[in-house]
């Protein structure tokens, strides 16, 4: 009886144990597998998948929408080695990405955006430039220089999953009857004009995105992002994912995005200069606009400094700067009336020599154009066969070898490429940048 009794008690704790078993690990079950309900009815028309998906980027019933993240313990992998990384995002164009070296840890890439334009500093560059263009100027830009980005920042914002998607630019396909997997597809255009195609592949069971294209009119893919690893954030229930994979086919560039800890909608007061454009000790803003305009074969125009040009968009708590007397520097952006005679004033640039009669030179993301000699006709001359537009006399030039292009630097970030001599260690920290945010060790302090 003593033994029966044992027996009773032991299975009465087993089941009260296993209940709580049930409980604590049963919730841990993907809530997106191939077992766990539907959020959508399989009959779901393009208007109702598209509604849903906007739900986790606009506020509804007391609920945030999902309008900006950051991770600061970030991974960028590429070539199978990994560096850390850190990224902000938020709507509608604001975005940044600093990678540091893997061995060093020090920053080698900053690749931003904010609501005038986008720049990108690259420290394995030849020379101390940080290249910028306006968002306004990006489709003359792109038809004469080779960007270091094919794509729009409208898309990348779309990726990062902070703006919502309207449904009257999407048709809806599915190629398996039956199958959870739909496509939206829009007809769209890109940077310079040219017809494209985005398309937005989902999961119309679970509501989820899984994959983002571009393709142009022959149907080349162009670009690409995947996702990987959603989620619950669990303080909003929003869906967030922890991996992304972008590429680039033509540039042959894959990048994967591990992120970790991500905070979502981080309070815009504390990041008020996440977003400007990174203020480097010795180095000159390069406006890609202003070289297309020369490359066009308008009148020779010396490049803009542009140091206050990117600032950071208004927010609440902010004071813009105050603008430069126009002999002094120009303004970002132009004001909207002309001056007499109907041509905006020549934005100068007045590069500091680094030496005796020394001779500032920039080299291009794609390298297709080299700065003149300041001593010559002040002139500027094509390299290469990849600038569009090039008149018919340079074709029987000699050809001077080809630089490597913009994401084939990048690749040296990871597998240990020389370091460039315009750019020493400890020429980019958080002071030069005005941001505190994102890990300490950025360089030298």
Request: glycine share 8%.
């Amino acid at each position: 009886m003593f033994k029966g009794l044992q027996i009773l008690i032991l299975a009465t704790a087993l089941g009260a144990t296993g209940c709580q078993w049930a409980s604590r690990f049963g919730a841990a079950r993907d809530p997106f597998g191939p077992k766990s309900a539907c959020a959508l009815p399989p009959e779901s028309t393009k208007d109702e998948i598209v509604a849903y998906l906007n739900r986790n980027v606009l506020a509804e019933e007391g609920q945030p929408g999902l309008r900006g993240w950051k991770s600061d313990s970030a991974k960028v992998r590429m070539h199978g080695i990994s560096a850390s990384a850190t990224l902000q995002v938020e709507a509608p164009r604001n975005f940044r990405m600093r990678v540091m070296q893997p061995l060093s840890n020090t920053a080698m890439l900053d690749i931003g955006s904010n609501a005038e334009g986008f720049w990108v500093w690259d420290k394995n560059a030849p020379e101390r430039v940080v290249l910028t263009c306006r968002h306004s100027d990006i489709a003359a830009t792109a038809a004469h220089l080779e960007m270091p980005f094919p794509v729009q920042p409208e898309w990348l914002m779309e990726v990062f999953g902070v703006v919502p998607l309207d449904p009257n630019e999407f048709r809806m396909e599915r190629d398996v009857q039956g199958s959870p997997l739909v496509k939206l597809i829009s007809d769209c255009r890109g940077p310079t004009g040219e017809p494209m195609q985005r398309v937005i592949q989902v999961n119309a069971c679970h509501g989820l995105i899984y994959l983002h294209e571009l393709r142009n009119a022959e149907g080349v893919v162009i670009a690409r992002a995947s996702f990987e690893k959603h989620y619950h954030d669990p303080d909003t229930k929003l869906v967030l994912v922890k991996q992304i994979r972008i590429e680039l086919p033509q540039d042959k560039m894959l990048l994967t995005l591990e992120l970790d800890r991500i905070q979502v909608n981080p309070s815009s007061s504390e990041d008020s200069l996440v977003f400007s454009v990174p203020q480097l000790p010795g180095h000159h803003m390069v406006d890609l606009a202003q070289v297309a305009r020369s490359q066009r074969g308008g009148p020779p125009q010396q490049y803009a400094d542009a140091s206050g040009e990117l600032s950071a968009p208004d927010r609440a708590g902010t004071t813009p700067a105050a603008a430069a007397p126009p002999s002094e520097a120009p303004e970002w952006p132009p004001r909207e009336t002309a001056p007499a005679g109907g041509q905006a004033p020549a934005l100068r640039f007045e590069p500091e020599p680094e030496g005796e009669n020394a001779e500032p030179q920039f080299q291009p993301p794609g390298g297709q154009f080299e700065l003149p000699n300041s001593s010559a006709e002040s002139e500027f001359r094509p390299v290469g066969e990849s600038i569009r537009g090039q008149s018919p006399t340079a074709s029987g030039a000699p050809k001077a070898a080809e630089k490597p292009g913009f994401w084939s630097r990048f690749k040296s970030v990871f597998t240990g490429g020389p370091e460039s001599a315009a750019s020493p260690p400890g020429a980019y920290s958080p002071r030069a940048s005005r941001s505190s945010w994102g890990p300490p060790r950025l360089g030298q302090e």
